[in-house]
């Protein structure tokens, strides 16, 4: 059985390359189950989580989590995601979130690979939002605005830029100084990255608004978008947690990556439905129905966007089989 580090996965993971796959992992016969999600008590009497299934998790209530999340392609191959959460490893200097992947062999079970998790899990979340935007952002996109400066950050605005033409991009964070070090880490002569403290200006201006953070209060007003905007909600995978307000789900066409997922799971679905803002027929497509065509994305050029992702198996499988032909 082959050992693929997260070094591996990052250069096997082009994002051209990627994103296609996920397409036809969409428009595949691949079996999803549910996660299977554990509490687990510690000796120490740590509080634990629930990492979700969006950006890698973030912490909750409980004892500590372990989570199980399978997807299988008939006669090819068989992935288990296993996460564990365990929030007093801050207190070790230790990841809160890690986990890995298994790829078993579809037609024997055996092992093929253990893949590094959070790697993985970056990578296809990004490019899940990059597939999105293939289908819901306009074609001159020039420029995006990052709100967030974690772990997804600086794959987020690599994958839009593969599928639109993205030159200008403003990141912003809670933390200025780690939003300096990201734009100056991603800048460079053809590709202009600053950091910026005026959230609003920035929104207001950008093509694309991405959003990979754990806010439970809304970040991205509604009254600040302007016709012809896609925005990309990737950190909000609690019901509890909201990155925009009730005002932009109005104005957009909303669109989620599994209905499934983030009716469930989304606080930026799950509240504007249970508040009756949102009906479950207002929500456009996910990305079954656009990869198969059987749902339209964009319609309008000055139609405002927006795609909820909450992340699925089906994703990570796509990717650690992308990653074993590549590794």
């Known amino acids: 059985m082959r050992v693929i580090s997260a070094a591996e996965v990052e250069a096997a993971l082009d994002f051209d390359s990627l994103v296609e796959r996920l397409r036809q992992a969409f428009r595949r016969d691949i079996a999803v189950p549910l996660r299977h999600h554990h509490t687990v008590a510690t000796a120490e009497g740590d ?15 409980g004892e500590a989590t372990l989570l199980l999340m399978p997807a299988w392609q008939v006669g090819r191959h068989i992935g288990v995601k296993l996460v564990t959460v365990f929030p007093g490893n801050a207190a070790r200097d230790l990841p809160t979130v890690m986990g890995t992947y298994l790829l078993l062999d ?29 289908y819901l952002a306009r074609p001159d996109c020039e420029r995006l605005l990052m709100v967030g400066t974690g772990t997804l950050a600086p794959h987020l605005v690599l994958a839009h830029a593969a599928v639109r033409p993205i030159c200008n991009v403003l990141i912003w964070g809670r933390d200025p100084d780690k939003a300096a070090r990201l734009a100056k880490r991603l800048n460079r002569a053809d590709f202009r990255v600053e950091a910026t403290g005026d ?12 959003c990979a953070t754990l806010s439970k209060e809304p970040l991205i007003q509604g009254a600040w978008l302007r016709p012809g905007q896609h925005l990309d909600l990737v950190g909000g995978f609690r019901p509890d947690m909201r990155e925009t307000d009730d005002t932009a789900i109005r104005r957009a066409r909303v669109f989620v990556d599994t209905r499934a997922g983030a009716c469930v ?11 009756g803002v949102l009906a479950p027929e207002d929500i456009a497509a996910d990305l079954f129905e656009l990869t198969r065509g059987a749902r339209a994305g964009r319609r309008f050029y000055d139609q405002i966007t927006l795609f909820k992702s909450v992340g699925t198996a089906l994703e990570d499988l796509a990717a650690a089989q992308l990653t074993v032909e590549r590794a």
């Open 106 to 134: 579809g037609k024997t079970g055996s092992p093929l690979a253990m893949i590094d998790g959070p790697m993985l899990t970056a990578k296809r979340t990004a490019a899940a939002s990059a597939l999105a935007a293939g």
């Open 47 to 61: 509080p634990g989580g629930d990492p979700g299934g969006g950006p890698g998790g973030g912490p909750g209530g």
């Open 199 to 210: 959230l609003e200006a920035a929104a207001r201006g950008a093509d694309i608004i991405c």
């Open 265 to 275: 799971e989304a606080g930026d679905i799950v509240q504007p439905l249970e508040s």
